[in-house]
């Protein structure tokens, strides 16, 4: 029993210790981009695509791209300036939804009229790209030369100035919108139906341990 009864502590410990460290980490900002409104490619296999005139922040530490799939590939950004690449990075294949945030190297410095290039990696489901209507000359261009309706939406993600620690109130206050039922109570609601598996959870192990 005592066995028993050190395992169960030992686990609460690292998933309370792991949802702490995760509360106390800052949540992601925008700092520059648009939100894309409209189809831009659309493709079964890979994709790769460059757009011009960029403005890149300081200190973004990631880029999210409006890629969408069911189960995407791995992407690849790069931006440059010139022949030179000033940051680059890549989302590991596995992701769903209909946009994919790259982890890039962030800069001390702004530039601008930087050139950004997206690579998606061959895929057996669909690959949709989102983005907004531009005129030929400031549209993105595949890899093929052939000009896109639009360019690719891109948000410039930089780190957030308070933890998720600090923003609790202000999620409790979101949940509670646009429901039958709203009001702050309701986070308070989530929070006990979410504790009341937890302790079923508990129990059946408890059950369950030799």
């Avoid at 093929?144 to 939406?153: A, D, F, K, S, V």
């Avoid at 919108?177 to 937890?198: D, E, F, K, N």
Wanted: net charge positive.
């Amino acid at each position: 029993m005592r066995a028993r009864t050190l395992t169960i502590a030992l686990c609460l410990a690292v998933v309370a210790a792991m949802a702490a460290v995760t509360l106390s980490e800052a949540p992601p900002r925008v700092v520059r981009g648009v939100r894309a409104n409209m189809d831009v490619a659309y493709t079964y296999g890979d994709f790769a695509a460059c757009q011009g005139e960029e403005v890149l922040p300081r200190d973004i530490s990631a880029m999210r791209m409006s890629v969408g799939a069911g189960i995407g590939p791995t992407v690849h950004v790069k931006v440059y300036a010139g022949s030179r690449i000033l940051t680059q990075g890549s989302h590991p294949s596995g992701w769903a939804g209909g946009s994919v945030t790259v982890p890039v190297a962030p800069l001390n410095r702004a530039s601008s009229n930087v050139k950004l290039c997206v690579a998606v990696e061959p895929n057996s489901e669909p690959i949709y790209v989102y983005g907004v209507e531009a005129l030929p000359a400031r549209a993105a261009v595949s890899s093929e030369g052939r000009t896109l309706p639009g360019r690719i939406g891109v948000e410039y993600l930089a780190a957030g100035h308070g933890s998720w620690w600090s923003r609790a109130l202000l999620v409790a206050r979101h949940m509670g919108l646009g429901h039958a039922i709203r009001g702050t109570w309701v986070a308070l609601l989530v929070v006990a139906l979410v504790g009341s598996v937890a302790a079923l959870a508990v129990r059946l192990a408890w059950k369950e341990l030799p």
